[in-house]
């Protein structure tokens, strides 16, 4: 009957899609048959009163174009004693609200207002745009709610009140109770935002910013090269600033009219890669870590100048432990340190004022596999922070060139890598008389890249260049029966 009558609401329901149900008894039980009934698909949320969670693909075929393909969620609490006390431990007085289950469909009623239970202000607090705690103990009775805090205020565009920012402030090391899990998913929640490094800073100020990356702390005040207008901690946040606004397209400006790739980019970058969350997020995760290793490796040359070496090395080590520990899927863990480890990779693909060569892209693709689009908006970011309100849009343009550049060309190798190999390791060993082993190896990736550039065409090409890198290797036909 329940299920039944969800299903008819849902049809005819507003365009919000979230929806609680507080409801006494074993939330997960009830949570399995509905996602049974509805289609869905069923979701244990913890073992807290049994919560749980349903996802339901869009039940209205003939729901708008830009509605389709969204699921509804419908996350089912349980609770003990009076409806009351359930509200009484919440955490928002925004969230500390209820409506009988019976009254939903007259949820555009003039009466709404007399009908739903408003222990705390709720509606005072929502119409206001405010975040206030329920009670004084919000934080310590589940510290989650100090990074939700934040979350909840950037997905709304909310304010804080400040006595919860007070709260959240001295409840701030209760951070460290919290699973990794649960930090990943409002960290990367509030990364996904638009304004993100606004809402870092305010992560910051709340003193939760580098309980959350504790790496982090030691990039304040590390100054850099007169290169940077920043030093490496404020770099670091505009880097993530910056990262979200090189995916996001024209901006009626003349820095960001002049990225490249406008027609794929806005697809590619909102692919759902990690955690549930697309490449952009990913991306602005990266640029936030993409210097962390800076304050660890900062020396001195001969000359006076200020060097980093080593950081993006030891900086993708950093990130993969801490993004280890927050349960990030291994697909983003591996995204997010390829990216930081490769973050210059870019820049030594440009000789002077020659654009990188066929074989220089083609061995970058090669080499960054998924990831390699993705370092070049990385690198594009960093040059933006990199160089703030000073930079100069002559050599902006030249940066934006290169990418261009980089991406046309790129497109080439994905091509060429569709058609069939010009000979087999069996072809190699039995033309030039030589056993398996690294040497087969290293030929075939010489053929593929020459083919991949356009060198290379037919099988009789391909055996003329493994006859030219044996010799070059000085391996003589005595050698070659040796497997060299």
Same mark, same amino acid.
């Given at each position: 009957?329940?299920g039944?009558?969800?299903?008819?609401?849902?049809?005819?329901?507003?365009?919000?899609?979230?929806?609680?149900?507080?409801?006494?008894?074993?939330?997960?039980?009830?949570?399995?048959?509905?996602?049974?009934?509805?289609?869905?698909?069923?979701v244990?949320?913890?073992?807290? @009163?049994?919560?749980?969670?349903?996802?339901?693909?869009s039940?209205?075929?003939? $729901?708008?174009?830009?509605?389709? =393909?969204?699921?509804?969620?419908?996350?089912?609490? =349980?609770?003990?004693?009076?409806?009351?006390?359930?509200?009484?431990?919440?955490?928002?007085? %925004?969230?500390?609200?209820?409506?009988? @289950?019976?009254?939903?469909?007259?949820?555009?009623s003039?009466?709404?207002?007399?009908?739903v239970?408003?222990?705390?202000?709720?509606?005072?607090?929502?119409?206001?745009?405010? %975040?206030?705690?329920?009670?004084?103990?919000?934080?310590?009775d589940?510290?989650?709610?100090?990074?939700? +805090?934040?979350?909840?205020?950037?997905?709304?565009?909310?304010?804080?009140?400040?006595?919860?920012?007070?709260?959240? +402030?001295? &409840?701030?090391?209760?951070? $460290?109770?919290?699973?990794g899990?649960? %930090?990943?998913?409002?960290?990367?929640?509030?990364?996904?935002?638009?304004?993100?490094?606004?809402?870092?800073?305010?992560?910051?100020?709340?003193?939760?910013?580098?309980?959350?990356?504790?790496?982090?702390?030691?990039?304040?005040?590390?100054?850099?090269?007169k290169?940077?207008?920043?030093?490496?901690?404020?770099?670091?946040?505009?880097?993530?600033?910056?990262?979200?606004?090189?995916?996001?397209?024209?901006?009626? $400006?003349?820095?960001?009219?002049?990225?490249?790739?406008?027609?794929?980019?806005?697809?590619?970058?909102?692919?759902v890669?990690?955690?549930?969350?697309?490449?952009? +997020?990913?991306?602005?995760?990266?640029?936030?870590?993409?210097?962390?290793?800076?304050?660890?490796?900062?020396?001195?040359?001969?000359?006076?100048?200020?060097?980093?070496?080593?950081?993006?090395?030891?900086?993708?080590?950093?990130?993969?432990?801490?993004?280890?520990?927050?349960?990030?899927?291994?697909? =983003?863990?591996?995204?997010?340190?390829?990216?930081?480890?490769?973050?210059?990779?870019?820049?030594?693909?440009?000789?002077?004022?020659?654009?990188?060569?066929?074989?220089?892209?083609?061995?970058?693709?090669?080499?960054?596999?998924?990831?390699?689009?993705?370092?070049?908006?990385?690198?594009?970011?960093?040059?933006?922070?990199?160089?703030?309100?000073?930079?100069?849009?002559? &050599?902006?343009?030249?940066?934006?060139?290169?990418?261009?550049?980089?991406?046309?060309?790129?497109?080439?190798?994905?091509? +060429?890598?569709?058609?069939?190999?010009?000979?087999?390791?069996?072809?190699?060993?039995?033309? @030039?008389?030589?056993?398996?082993g690294?040497?087969?190896g290293?030929?075939?990736?010489?053929?593929?890249?020459?083919?991949?550039?356009?060198?290379?065409?037919?099988?009789?090409?391909?055996?003329v260049?493994?006859?030219?890198?044996?010799?070059?290797?000085? %391996?003589?036909?005595?050698?070659?029966?040796?497997?060299?």
């Amino acid at each position: 009957m329940v299920g039944g009558y969800l299903r008819d609401t849902l049809r005819s329901a507003t365009p919000a899609r979230d929806v609680d149900i507080a409801l006494p008894g074993d939330a997960q039980k009830i949570g399995r048959e509905l996602a049974r009934f509805l289609g869905g698909t069923f979701v244990p949320l913890g073992t807290a @009163f049994g919560a749980a969670r349903v996802v339901v693909p869009s039940p209205d075929p003939e $729901s708008p174009e830009d509605e389709k =393909g969204k699921d509804w969620t419908i996350d089912l609490w =349980g609770y003990t004693g009076t409806v009351e006390e359930d509200l009484a431990r919440r955490d928002f007085t %925004i969230d500390a609200m209820a409506l009988p @289950f019976q009254d939903w469909p007259a949820i555009e009623s003039p009466e709404l207002a007399e009908k739903v239970m408003d222990p705390f202000n709720g509606r005072q607090d929502l119409a206001k745009k405010c %975040i206030r705690a329920v009670n004084p103990h919000v934080f310590q009775d589940d510290p989650g709610r100090l990074l939700r +805090t934040v979350h909840l205020a950037a997905r709304l565009r909310f304010r804080f009140e400040p006595e919860t920012v007070r709260m959240v +402030t001295e &409840a701030a090391p209760l951070i $460290s109770q919290v699973s990794g899990d649960r %930090i990943r998913n409002e960290f990367l929640g509030i990364l996904s935002m638009d304004g993100a490094r606004g809402y870092l800073q305010v992560l910051d100020h709340l003193d939760l910013l580098c309980r959350v990356i504790p790496e982090l702390a030691d990039a304040k005040g590390v100054d850099q090269p007169k290169e940077h207008y920043w030093d490496v901690w404020d770099h670091s946040l505009h880097a993530v600033e910056f990262a979200e606004l090189v995916t996001k397209g024209h901006h009626n $400006s003349p820095i960001y009219t002049q990225l490249p790739w406008p027609g794929g980019r806005e697809e590619y970058f909102n692919q759902v890669i990690s955690d549930g969350h697309n490449r952009r +997020t990913v991306l602005k995760l990266a640029a936030l870590l993409h210097d962390v290793a800076k304050p660890q490796t900062k020396h001195m040359d001969e000359t006076g100048r200020t060097r980093f070496p080593g950081h993006p090395e030891l900086g993708a080590a950093i990130a993969e432990t801490r993004l280890t520990q927050l349960h990030m899927s291994a697909r =983003g863990v591996a995204a997010v340190c390829k990216m930081v480890e490769e973050h210059l990779r870019p820049a030594t693909m440009q000789q002077g004022a020659e654009l990188a060569t066929a074989r220089a892209v083609y061995r970058y693709f090669r080499d960054l596999g998924d990831v390699a689009i993705d370092t070049l908006f990385l690198w594009m970011a960093d040059h933006l922070a990199a160089k703030g309100p000073e930079l100069d849009t002559d &050599a902006w343009s030249v940066h934006a060139r290169m990418v261009a550049h980089i991406l046309e060309l790129g497109a080439q190798p994905e091509a +060429t890598a569709q058609k069939e190999r010009l000979v087999t390791g069996l072809d190699l060993m039995e033309r @030039f008389h030589l056993v398996p082993g690294p040497l087969i190896g290293n030929l075939l990736a010489q053929i593929e890249e020459a083919q991949a550039v356009g060198e290379l065409a037919t099988r009789d090409d391909a055996f003329v260049l493994a006859s030219k890198v044996l010799e070059k290797d000085g %391996i003589s036909n005595d050698d070659k029966s040796a497997g060299g």
